[in-house]
């Protein structure tokens, strides 16, 4: 079945440890994008990719980086993990511009 | 700045209709979609309106005025299963999409 595949599915992490949160699409979409959502806000973006080999940086990308080195993948690296990433983090992906986006299900990450 | 303002929770019974305003204000306009989001699980693609009126999906259908900055959602014969968050996006000139935080919709028997 064609769609956004994220791993892990939830993860608890101590503070100061680095993550990779990974994504992979299979619909040969040229956009993706990572976001994490927090209770009584909005999904926020915080990288997002147009295309293989581009990256850009959203609304919250401090203390995250990506890198889209091919079509399908677009992991999401945080370096040094702190509490107030605790969240839940969604990649998405899109044909192009005006175009829906499609999620994935989802990593819960918890920071302690 | 930037702002989608939703209701925070709405409560309706099943087989009534409900509608679900969002007003936003945006820097520049690329269009405005709907998303629904179950508890726990992820946003899947409801609606797109980028041209003013109202655009008709079975029973569920968006109306937009960009004039007015303002969109709705109408949820016709709802059902148990249409419990969940909607959201409200709107792309700005950048074709970055920004979110409201959703709205909690609750169905009584």
């Known amino acids: 079945i064609a769609g956004i595949t994220q791993a892990p599915t939830s993860q608890i992490l101590a503070a100061g440890r680095r993550m990779t949160l990974r994504c992979t699409q299979d619909m040969r979409h040229n956009a993706m994008y990572w976001y994490r959502q927090d209770l009584g806000l909005g999904l926020r973006l915080i990288h997002y990719?147009?295309?293989?080999?581009?990256?850009g940086k959203g609304e919250v990308p401090d203390g995250y980086s990506v890198s889209r080195a091919n079509t399908d993948d677009f992991p999401l690296t945080l370096a040094s993990a702190v509490p107030s990433q605790t969240s839940v983090y969604f990649c998405?992906?899109?044909?192009?511009?005006?175009?829906?986006?499609?999620f994935g299900d989802g990593t819960r990450l918890s920071i302690l | 700045g930037q702002n989608i303002d939703q209701p925070t929770e709405m409560t309706a019974t099943e087989g009534a209709i409900v509608q679900i305003n969002c007003t936003y204000q945006t820097s520049g306009f690329n269009g405005l979609f709907w998303y629904q989001q179950h508890a726990g699980e992820a946003p899947t693609f409801l609606s797109y309106n980028v041209l003013d009126g109202l655009e008709e999906k079975g029973r569920f259908s968006s109306f937009l005025s960009r004039s007015k900055g303002y969109s709705y959602l109408l949820l016709k014969e709802l059902q148990m299963k249409d419990s969940a968050s909607y959201l409200c996006a709107v792309m700005d000139s950048n074709y970055q999409l920004i979110w409201g935080a959703g709205t909690k919709l609750i169905i009584k028997p």
């Open positions: 998405a992906s899109s044909e192009g511009d005006n175009q829906p986006q499609h």
């Open positions: 990719s147009n295309t293989a080999g581009t990256t």
